[in-house]
């Protein structure tokens, strides 16, 4: 029977080879129609046969193209118009964007990268090569619908070879948008600092391998932006990238000729070497083998490493001989500011490096490197950005109008659309102008992407952030939201959770409704409304700030306001070149004096760490934590155990109260009896496992009537040993835990939490 359908696919379906690949199914099934893309989805009109149709669409839905990701598909019965053939249309405007229409950067594809290697093959080692299947997507798009005209690619006229395969339906580069080649598309220029020209197109590559060699920093334009690089093997250089890029003790991250010379480094599991192959092509943390030739100053005092492989056709090039195979590939800026992606940034990047590889395809969007790791159940993502960013959450929620700025640390926004929340890459530390600047350039692309008329802006409640103080020079209506709330919501969102639930927030800081810094949360509730059941005890941080970048500060502050009259004298045996500065904590803390309260497992952490010794001052956000944790991948660690320290639980009218007090007199006493480092360690964090488990059974005890469904979220969550270990002593015990995969745990996914809170807040004022 002859019928005709109109299809309608939502989803990452725009620049992934979806209508060549429709057009190919519909020959396929020997059916008629047409495809077009609109603002945020497809439309598919097919006539034939009715048992053809369903299995075309069946195929379409169970093998989309490879960095396709369908969300959405519906199906509507049509009267026939009786087409001759199947055809690709001009792609279709629209007022009304929905929230699913940018797809990520995708790395060099198979089939494109043996294109590059061959010598017979007209693109033979072309610098830009790309196809439906790979290359950018976010970085260059101007504005929707993701087509030529409206990329950075408009400036370069396709010659008639390459019109010739974009407009073929049975060529792989069928409406491929980036199309190009020797002939037609960008060049490559290596620079000196003065800007004069070095050497251009593959001489240039040729040349820039030769310097890396010499131990020279090279600055080279990526798809998101520019990459500081050198050469991984040279202890000096690195030292002089870490000098001028102010950055002394914070890991660099190093990109390999392929899987097999990271094998040499670090032991990669199945899932790992997936994650590094895949199109995303993330920096990947992995476990660093003790007997490498690496030299140390690449992770001062880990044993973990970020590693990704060549994602680009230039990141290949350079590989392409035998005397390159690992080079530290971090972003170009300095610590604390925006990475440079426009041509007009060589004055800054000349400061950086000795030579300058850039090429004249503009980026429209900086973006950073992915990173993620694996903690042998599911991703973890560390920094969402290229190849997984931007992100969308569907709601049934109406959160069109509502713009979320997320936080002060690793902010990233979200937008509401039609049918979801967009959560933008990672952007960074708002700790600067400039980068309150790029994140507030990268929001307004956002809004006219998605005709966004801001009625709403969702920020932390405190009162201090740069979003708060950005938020205020709009017009919109302000709404301040909690930080766990928003962390705890998040999680839910993330997993489509609609009852109630509880939540184990363990984080770094975070305003709370009393004043006082959380961090440590035991909570229960959803986007509507949220009850605080449990905390950890406040301590002081003297000096506030001061503390965070000093943890040796905190420890002395949660020292003497825990221990009482022995605190002293454990601060000053434990610090001893800090008598004088301890005697002056001392009073601060009594009188109050220019100190905060905390109770957050981020503080615990630093102030664990030390006390241990491993990081008193840091130079990193999260360094002392970090360093603290990554004893446990380390070979003495590998037998679990069931000891820990003391703790108690503290029964008040509103909430439980966990005096973690016990366990830092234990851990001062084994430190200065000199116990082995990693035990200490390990107890330590089956102590916070422990705790956290006790608390949530307490708090069911007291309250049966509670919905056992846990999320877990905050910052704290990137430690593997927690999340794995708290997860499943409390599936032992009968509850179902989510974690987050798809967005941060940390502050990067805090928006999506906040965007969602406000929609509610709106339904009840207006109710």
Not at 38 to 49: A, K, L, P
Not at 290 to 319: D, Q, R
Not at 589 to 599: E, P
Not at 637 to 651: A, G, L, P, R
Request: proline share 5%; hydrophobic share 35%.
């Amino acid at each position: 029977m002859y019928q005709a359908l109109n299809v309608v696919v939502q989803g990452k379906i725009q620049g992934v080879g979806f209508r060549p690949f429709v057009y190919d199914l519909s020959k396929k099934y020997d059916l008629k129609g047409t495809v077009q893309n609109t603002v945020g989805s497809v439309s598919i009109i097919i006539e034939g046969e009715e048992e053809r149709l369903y299995e075309m669409i069946h195929e379409l839905k169970s093998n989309p193209p490879k960095i396709c990701n369908i969300t959405d598909l519906e199906i509507q019965k049509i009267p026939p118009h009786y087409y001759k053939d199947f055809s690709i249309l001009q792609s279709k405007e629209s007022k009304h964007p929905t929230t699913l229409a940018i797809t990520p950067d995708a790395a060099i594809c198979e089939l494109c990268f043996e294109e590059m290697m061959n010598p017979q093959n007209r693109r033979f080692q072309h610098p830009f090569i790309n196809c439906t299947q790979c290359g950018p997507r976010y970085t260059i798009i101007h504005r929707f619908p993701y087509d030529r005209p409206q990329t950075t690619m408009n400036k370069f006229p396709m010659c008639s070879d390459c019109q010739n395969e974009y407009h073929n339906p049975n060529n792989r580069r069928h409406h491929a948008q980036p199309i190009c080649c020797p002939n037609c598309g960008p060049t490559l220029n290596l620079l000196n600092t003065k800007g004069e020209q070095i050497a251009h197109n593959l001489f240039a590559i040729a040349k820039t391998t030769e310097l890396l060699k010499l131990g020279k920093i090279i600055s080279i334009k990526g798809i998101g932006g520019y990459h500081l690089v050198c050469d991984a093997t040279q202890e000096k250089g690195i030292d002089l990238l870490r000098n001028r890029k102010k950055r002394p003790q914070k890991p660099f991250a190093i990109m390999v000729k392929s899987l097999e010379v990271a094998r040499k480094f670090c032991y990669i599991t199945s899932d790992e070497a997936a994650l590094l192959t895949s199109s995303a092509n993330p920096i990947v943390l992995l476990e660093m083998k003790k007997e490498n030739s690496l030299p140390l100053n690449i992770a001062p005092g880990l044993t973990k490493l970020g590693v990704m492989l060549p994602y680009t056709p230039i990141n290949h090039l350079l590989f392409d001989t035998q005397e390159l195979e690992c080079l530290i590939m971090t972003s170009a800026n300095r610590s604390g500011s925006p990475i440079y992606y426009k041509d007009s940034d060589y004055e800054g990047l000349s400061e950086l490096c000795d030579y300058i590889l850039t090429h004249n395809r503009e980026i429209a969007h900086p973006i950073d490197d992915s990173v993620i790791q694996h903690n042998g159940e599911n991703t973890v993502i560390i920094r969402s950005a290229r190849g997984f960013a931007p992100e969308v959450i569907e709601s049934n929620m109406n959160v069109s109008n509502i713009i979320a700025l997320g936080g002060n640390q690793r902010n990233a926004f979200a937008i509401g659309g039609q049918k979801g929340l967009i959560l933008s890459p990672q952007i960074g530390d708002l700790e600067n102008e400039e980068m309150i600047n790029s994140l507030n350039k990268q929001l307004q692309s956002f809004k006219e992407w998605y005709t966004v008329d801001e009625k709403y802006i969702a920020v932390d409640m405190h009162p201090l952030y740069a979003t708060t103080i950005l938020a205020k020079q709009s017009k919109s209506e302000i709404i301040p939201i909690q930080h766990h709330h928003a962390h705890h919501v998040s999680c839910m969102a993330e997993h489509n959770l609609k009852e109630p639930c509880l939540g184990i927030i363990l984080d770094g800081t975070g305003y709370g409704n009393d004043g006082h810094i959380w961090g440590f949360e035991f909570l229960y509730g959803d986007a509507k409304r949220i009850r605080r059941l449990g905390h950890l005890k406040y301590t002081p941080l003297p000096g506030s700030e001061k503390a965070v970048k000093e943890p040796w500060r905190n420890a002395v502050g949660m020292i003497v306001s825990s221990l009482k009259e022995e605190g002293n004298r454990f601060a000053t045996q434990l610090f001893p070149e800090k008598s004088n500065e301890i005697h002056v904590i001392e009073q601060m803390v009594i009188k109050q004096l220019n100190t905060t309260m905390a109770g957050t497992c981020g503080r615990l952490f630093d102030a664990v760490s030390a006390i241990l010794g491993i990081c008193t001052s840091s130079t990193y956000e999260g360094e002392a934590a970090i360093k603290l944790s990554d004893y446990l991948t380390r070979d003495t660690m590998n037998k679990s155990t069931k000891d820990m320290y003391s703790f108690e639980i503290i029964e008040n009218p509103q909430e439980f109260v966990l005096d973690m007090s016990a366990m830092i007199r234990q851990i001062v006493i084994d430190k200065l009896e000199q116990k082995p480092i990693v035990q200490i360690i390990q107890k330590f964090h089956q102590t916070i496992v422990e705790s956290c488990v006790k608390m949530i059974v307490l708090i069911v005890k007291k309250s049966p009537v509670l919905n056992r469904n846990v999320v877990l979220s905050g910052g704290s969550f990137q430690n593997n040993y927690l999340s794995i270990e708290i997860t499943n002593k409390l599936r032992e015990k009968g509850f179902q835990v989510y974690t987050h995969q798809k967005i941060p745990c940390h502050d990067g996914g805090l928006a999506i939490g906040q965007l969602l809170i406000a929609a509610h807040k709106i339904i009840d004022k207006n109710s």
